[in-house]
């Protein structure tokens, strides 16, 4: 079992930046890839971004690339997710995930490979 709790969501300016972060408990931290997953109202939830249990490899989706950088720090058993030049469109609840199948040596963007879902943080980019 793996705990995920998100935290850093807020009300901010277009253009802005945030930083969410999303802290686990429970089974060993560096076994997971970690993602980032959004959903809007009304709308299906959708990849963000994810990190292999390392640290070494990183993919995004292309709504975010080159403004969101996901990064890691298994000392502190916690994921980054960090936002620039947000948008209104970037408004959603961000979810973080865990596939804790990192031994095969994979990332993946689909959220039905993530066995373990944090309750989310509302990010509101106002225009």
């Known amino acids: 079992q793996v705990q995920l709790v998100e935290s850093g969501g807020t009300l901010v300016q277009a253009g802005g930046s945030l930083r969410l972060s999303c802290a686990a408990s429970?089974?060993?931290?560096?076994?997971?890839?970690i993602g980032w997953f959004r959903q809007a109202p009304g709308k299906e939830r959708e990849f963000v971004a994810v990190?292999?249990?390392?640290?070494?490899?990183?993919y995004y989706a292309d709504s975010v690339k080159g403004r969101f950088t996901i990064s890691r720090d298994n000392a502190k058993n916690t994921v980054y997710l960090h936002m620039n030049s947000l948008r209104p469109g970037d408004t959603a609840v961000y979810y973080c995930?865990?596939?804790?199948?990192?031994?095969?040596?994979?990332?993946?963007?689909?959220?039905?490979?993530?066995?373990?879902w944090g309750q989310g943080t509302q990010v509101t980019v106002s225009s």
């Open positions: 995930a865990a596939d804790p199948r990192a031994y095969r040596g994979i990332i993946t963007p689909i959220p039905e490979e993530y066995a373990y």
């Open positions: 990190i292999i249990w390392s640290g070494s490899s990183t």
């Open positions: 429970g089974r060993p931290f560096s076994s997971n890839n």
